[in-house]
């Protein structure tokens, strides 16, 4: 890239990072009450999300080759077991995903 393309690029970043940053604000002051379609929003979407991460990291698993899902298995219940335990979904998803990398890479 040339050093004017360089700039444009690194340009158009900054007003893209800018603008989802003020956007929300500029349209959604604090003296006027949030639209009940924006609450419903922050209500379920968290929840979307995270079913769609579950699904999409399934996806490819196959229940009749390989290790048969096991691994996937186990690191979902671990995962669970600990949010019902701790209620910290840091300490979930890591722990989840560091049991899954230590059984695919040492047991199957």
Excluded: D
Excluded at 22 to 41: E, R, W
Excluded at 46 to 58: E, K, T
């Amino acid at each position: 890239m040339t050093l004017t393309q360089q700039i444009i690029t690194i340009a158009m970043v900054v007003l893209g990072t800018m603008l989802t940053r003020f956007l929300p604000f500029l349209l959604f002051p604090a003296g006027k009450p949030t639209p009940k379609y924006i609450q419903y929003l922050g209500r379920v979407l968290p929840a979307s999300v995270f079913g769609l991460l579950v699904i999409y990291c399934l996806k490819n698993v196959s229940v009749f080759t390989g290790s048969h899902g096991i691994p996937e298995l186990l690191a979902i219940l671990l995962v669970v077991v600990l949010h019902l335990w701790k209620r910290q979904m840091l300490l979930s998803i890591a722990g989840g995903t560091v049991f899954y990398m230590i059984l695919v890479q040492t047991v199957f």
